[in-house]
């Protein structure tokens, strides 16, 4: 099996510049230059939030996707430490309950905003009404990943697939790892003659989402099921096949099965096998830079508001180092909150996630991919937007 290291790429080779500084809900500019660090100092922009977020009082919750839980909980602890103190007493807390548990309790007033891998679609909106002060939800993309399609195959250290060859796979159309569909793409491989156990997520899941609609798009008619979130309802049912509650739960069954590959956010598949996918002719291994690379090459999504910022995702691109297979992780929020103290948390928070402070926070804990400055400051206007109380 390849056991891979955590590959943080460092931000330098990501080759981030200067963005939008970090700012309270939209307002003063604390100037990321000013505090005498240097505008890239996790010191100096500590300092500079603290400042503006220290008077904030409103204690807010989200849920939703466990593939950014790593990013949550780091984005959480940071925040906390820089409202906590004499000046104020704001929270967060996230609880990393799968996308469509989390919108569920979004929509049912039981949370203040929603981590979501799949973005609220024209009926959750319409319903959003109720939660949101008279107004509306809308989405803004916070998390890039890729999904990284993980196996255990003890003494196979490399692995290519095509998206063809996926898409067999997991409708169990091929079944032995030694099939020759699979070693015409893998000569140097010792292949065994092993069972192939699928795994998927048993949870209402975005990350099954973005999943199947790659294989929609990707592997043509070797995939007849479409687009879904929830694999035990919609989708194939092959003999052997198991399944995993969140993505903990899928790498949990593929670290203790051999024979076993599924699909899970690629910052939580440490230790794990990594399947190369074939993009334009290539098989291409998943990297910050390439998830980063196919959000660049894909419009946005037709038909929405304009503060309702949702990516159509290139899943068939042919483009040289894009890897297709890429999760945006949403934030779902409301456009007026009837509690002016919730509302100014979720409108500061949201700001730090989407900030390069916030975003290097990811990158450093979670292995995404930022987001560029023009979605940055897209999604920073409708933030300021946001009416509260």
Known sequence: MNVRNNKLVSLAALGLAGGLALTACGGGDNGGGDTGNGGGSDNGGAGAAAGAYGELTGSIKGSGASSM????????????????????????????????????????????????????????????????????????????????????????EELNLTPANIAKIFDGKITKWNDEAIAKDNPDADLPDTQIIPVHRSDDSGTTENFTEYLEKAAGDDWSYGTFETWDADGPSVDGQQSGDGTSGVKGVIEGTEGTIGYLDASQAVELGIAKVEVGGEFLEYSPEAAAKVVEVSPRAEGREDNDIVVELARDTEEAGAYPIVLISYVAMCDSYADAEQGETVKAYVSYMLSEQGQQTAAENAGSAPISDALREDAQSAVDAVSAG
Do not use: H, K
Request: include cysteine; charged fraction near 15%; charge should be negative.
């Open 69 to 156: 839980q790593a990013a949550q909980t780091a984005w959480t602890e940071t925040f906390n430490g820089m409202v906590s103190g004499e000046d104020g007493s704001a929270s967060v807390s996230y609880n990393a309950i799968g996308s469509g548990d989390g919108r569920a309790e979004f929509l049912n007033g039981d949370t203040q905003f929603a981590g979501t891998d799949a973005p609220l679609d024209e009926e959750e909106l319409a319903q959003s009404a109720d939660v949101c002060n008279g107004g509306q939800a809308f989405n803004l993309p916070v998390y890039i990943s890729p999904i990284a399609v993980a196996y255990n195959l003890p003494g196979v």
